[in-house]
């Protein structure tokens, strides 16, 4: 979804409503991604390559790990709101494109102990990309929906890049599960 479309918005808002029934929610979330390539405190670490990922264009088969911050704003010291942990492969040999398994972990504010879980193909880049929302814990517990990321800046110098994502997502609304004890 390009930055600033009020139309878009609008559109995604009465695309959700129309699916939403019974108890669900929706809630719209943005927030940055520092992800740290380099440098001495990275959080993105390479954990596995395949044979052919030194002579591949796409980085084919090589598979990292990362812990990123989570942030309100664009600016590194920006309020702190949780991390980005998961794996991410290089996973097209035609295109630069990857397999996340992603969860955002909140950390602090109204989504504090809860978790969104996104999978998806991420065509790095493509000005915008979508990623499904697949699940969470917490308040997100049933979550299903939709996360549109971009690349907010990257400084090659520091390898040091800035992610934007908005992400639109429903949960059941009263989220406590009763649970059944073992007869």
């Given amino acids: 979804m390009p930055r600033g479309s009020v139309h878009a918005e609008k559109e995604e808002a009465t695309f959700i409503q129309n699916i939403c029934g019974g108890n669900e929610k929706l809630t719209k979330i943005h927030f940055y991604v520092q992800d740290v ?3 001495p405190n990275p959080t993105v670490f390479e954990v596995a390559r395949a044979s052919i990922t030194s002579n591949s264009a796409t980085g084919f088969g090589q598979i990292r790990v990362l812990d990123d911050v989570v942030t309100a704003g664009p600016e590194s010291n920006s309020t702190t709101l949780g991390r ?3 794996l991410i492969t290089f996973s097209d ?4 494109a990857l397999t996340m398994d992603l969860n955002i972990v909140f950390t602090s504010g109204r989504y504090n102990g809860s978790t969104i879980c996104i999978l998806g193909r991420n065509q790095i880049n493509d000005e915008n990309r979508e990623l499904a929302v697949v699940g969470g814990t ?3 517990r049933f979550a299903r929906g939709y996360a549109f990321s971009s690349t907010y800046s990257y400084d090659v110098e520091i390898n040091y ?4 994502y908005t992400i639109y997502t429903t949960y059941v609304y ?3 599960v009763r649970m059944y004890a073992d007869v």
Avoid at 93 to 96: A, H, K, R, T
């Fill in 161 to 164: 890049g800035v992610l934007e």
């Fill in 93 to 96: 040999l035609q295109v630069s």
């Fill in 37 to 39: 390539l380099d440098g």
């Fill in 138 to 140: 917490g308040v997100f």
């Fill in 174 to 176: 009263n989220s406590k």
């Fill in 84 to 86: 980005a942990q998961g």
